[in-house]
């Protein structure tokens, strides 16, 4: 969770991330552990350390972009939530971003679910909000108590927000309201003036 200007930013909890990149983590320390085991003399001699260093950067590198490739996914997916909507953002590296959102306005109810036993321990999971009958997920963010809160308060402020504006709105049509008929009143009061007769002198 950051913030940026008035916006509150979610990313997917650490361990989605670790969902994706374990695969290439796995096979970038295997490309590694190549040298380990030659410098540990584990690999027979004709085969040189040159050559050793050669095989594991042909394999390293492949398996770096693909780790590379899956962070950027993780990191480009994030949730929103502004003064007024909530965001969804997906982005694919190299790829287009696609963005869904909705007015909080519209929200018409949030809760959370987290995965079980292992959600409960690392403190993920997805918050619902349901927008005109569709569920709009925040999935696999960091406490998402802390989360369905945050869009509870931007709605809280929301409502006060437009509350004080129909207020003011409100009280401006009445002083408009006074105002005219305080101008109609002073119209007939003139009118009365000029339409009474002149005192005789005596």
Known sequence: RFERGESVIYRKHWYVLLQIIWQPSLFILAALGLIGLK??????????????????????????AWWWYEFED?????????????VDVSKKPFGQETRKSAP???????????????????NFGTVIATVAGQEFRFEGVFDPVSVQN????????????????????????????????????NEISEDAKKQKPPLNPT
């Open 39 to 64: 410098l540990a003399g584990l690999i027979p001699e004709p085969v040189t350390l040159a050559v050793v260093v050669l095989i594991a950067l042909v394999l390293f590198i492949p398996f770096a």
């Open 150 to 185: 945050d869009i509870y308060r931007r709605m809280e402020a929301m409502n006060a927000k437009k509350a004080q504006a129909e207020t003011a709105k409100r009280r401006d049509e009445m002083a408009d309201l006074i105002g005219a008929y305080q101008a109609v009143l």
């Open 74 to 86: 993780w990191k480009n997916d994030i949730y929103l939530v502004t003064p007024d909507q909530i």
């Open 104 to 122: 909080l306005g519209n929200v018409l109810s949030l809760r959370y679910e987290r995965p079980g036993l292992l959600g409960m321990l690392l």
